[in-house]
């Protein structure tokens, strides 16, 4: 009995030691993060457009895809991530 008991304990303390499971948003978006998503709804856009790309992308809402190779430009679109976020704000795609 006392085998069983330390056995259940033990598998309850590998469980609690597990780290919790990443959500998408860690903190709240700015309005003007929030608008920015909101104009890659429609379209991507270039990468140096907007100063808030650089902490959506780390937040893996918005991904980097190639643009016009002969202008070496970059565009930003959106994650299934940062269309979730959207479509939560009733904004489906």
Known sequence: MYWTSSKNQAASNEQAAKPAK???????????????????LHAPIDAHA????????????????????AAGATKIRLTNEGNAVLQGLGLAR
């Open 22 to 40: 990443r959500t998408i948003l860690r903190r709240l978006l700015s309005h003007h993060e929030l608008a920015t998503l909101l104009l890659l």
């Open 50 to 69: 907007k100063p808030e790309i650089a902490m959506l992308q780390e937040a893996g809402l918005v991904e980097q895809v190639p643009g016009d190779v």
